[in-house]
């Protein structure tokens, strides 16, 4: 159980246009769903929190208005680049919550982003 | 804030040895602590967790860990290790999972 689905696994774009990644919990509501970047060789970095129904929190330092996310439905959540460029590319992960804070993060498979 | 240190970047170790990763962490009031493994290219799968109650904790594949309050500490361990524990293992406390930076396992034959 607790299956969360993240596609595409890999997408190449070029500088200018947008790429939508999509994360699905398979098997069980998520109220909350969380996106991390990770750079090659380090560890994983929060970019936002995102709450079924209500806009996503964003930490410190990353542009909302260019890491659009939208969680639409209670097993969908949605990463959107917008007009990417090289310095965007990475390795996106989306993770989703069963239940409580105190309940393990269950992860995607991670989006390769390149962006030539 | 909440931290996590894993001062090892890898940690070598002979198949059937016993294996340690290391973990430090700093946090106010008690601690969600939790480790997950990354194979490469993929998200991460979830090891273990502790929140409260025995100090030492038994989780996937084979895998422990001990939460030490006074050293603020969280080792993983494995009685004996596998090749194919060869992966990349983290770390991480809070509720919205700070991580730290990584342990590359590598097992040898």
């Known amino acids: 159980g607790a299956v969360v689905s993240q596609h595409p696994s890999w997408v190449i774009c070029k500088s200018g246009t947008s790429v939508k990644i999509e994360c699905r919990s398979l098997d069980f509501q998520a109220t909350t769903m969380f996106w991390y970047r990770q750079f090659p060789k380090q560890s994983l970095m929060l970019m936002a929190t995102?709450?079924?129904?209500?806009?996503?929190?964003?930490e410190q330092g990353v542009e909302k208005d260019k890491f659009l996310i939208n969680h639409a439905s209670l097993t969908l959540s949605t990463l959107t680049v917008t007009s990417a460029h090289p310095e965007d590319s990475s390795f996106y992960i989306c993770?989703?919550?069963?239940?409580?804070?105190?309940?393990?993060?269950?992860f995607g498979n991670g989006t390769r982003l390149t962006v030539t | 804030a909440q931290s996590v240190a894993q001062p090892e970047d890898q940690v070598n170790v002979a198949e059937g040895n016993p294996l340690t990763v290391k973990c430090t962490y700093s946090v106010s009031g008690n601690p969600y602590l939790f480790w997950y493994v990354q194979y490469p290219n993929r998200g991460l799968q979830f090891l273990l967790k502790?929140?409260?109650?025995?100090?030492l904790v038994k989780g996937s594949y084979g895998f422990e860990a001990e939460f030490n309050k006074s050293q603020t500490s969280f080792h993983l361990k494995k009685p004996s290790a596998l090749v194919s524990d060869s992966a990349l293992y983290f770390c991480?406390?809070?509720?919205?999972?700070?991580f730290g930076t990584g342990t590359r396992l590598q097992v040898t034959l």
């Open positions: 993770s989703a919550r069963t239940g409580t804070g105190s309940s393990p993060l269950h």
């Open positions: 502790y929140i409260t109650g025995d100090n």
């Open positions: 995102s709450n079924e129904g209500s806009k996503a929190t964003y």
């Open positions: 991480a406390v809070g509720s919205k999972l700070t």
